[in-house]
Nanobody, 125 residues
Framework: QVQLVESGGGQVQPGGSLRLSCEVS????????IGWFRQIPGKEREAVSY????????WYEDSVKGRFTISRDNEKKSIHLQMNNLTPEDTALYYC??????????????????WGQGTPVTVAA
């Protein structure tokens, strides 16, 4: 059974940093895409970054470019999202998601088959 477990969320002041982690288990292959999404109440879930584990192909949503960095540890089957220079607009519940069915990663939430439970990020003074 595929499971994704996020960790690393918390509360920080504006300008601060957090490092989110997504631990993947139950996968019989290393060929998949991982996306990081965030959601605030009343709004749709939005993609902030994704990575293909084999090629290392990465993408960032415009508002996080230059501040967020996605990375992978294939040996440990974990994906990290380093978030720097956080702003209150980054406050959300952050999810990691896994897509095994498609070769090219996507920012569309409906492309991802497996989801973690989410980790909260709050940026406030």
């Amino acid at each position: 059974q595929v499971q994704l477990v996020e960790s690393g969320g918390g509360q920080v002041q504006p300008g601060g940093s957090l490092r989110l982690s997504c631990e993947v288990s139950g996968m019989s292959t290393d060929w998949y895409n991982i996306g990081w999404f965030r959601q605030i109440p009343g709004k749709e879930r939005e993609a902030v970054s994704y990575i293909r584990t084999t090629s290392g192909t990465k993408w960032y949503e415009d508002s996080v470019k230059g501040r967020f960095t996605i990375s992978r540890d294939n040996e440990k089957k974990s994906i990290h999202l380093q978030m720097n220079n956080l702003t209150p607009e980054d406050t959300a519940l952050y999810y990691c998601a896994l897509d095994i069915a498609t070769y090219h990663p996507s920012s569309r939430a409906d492309r991802y088959e497996y989801w973690g439970q989410g980790t909260p990020v709050t940026v406030a003074a």
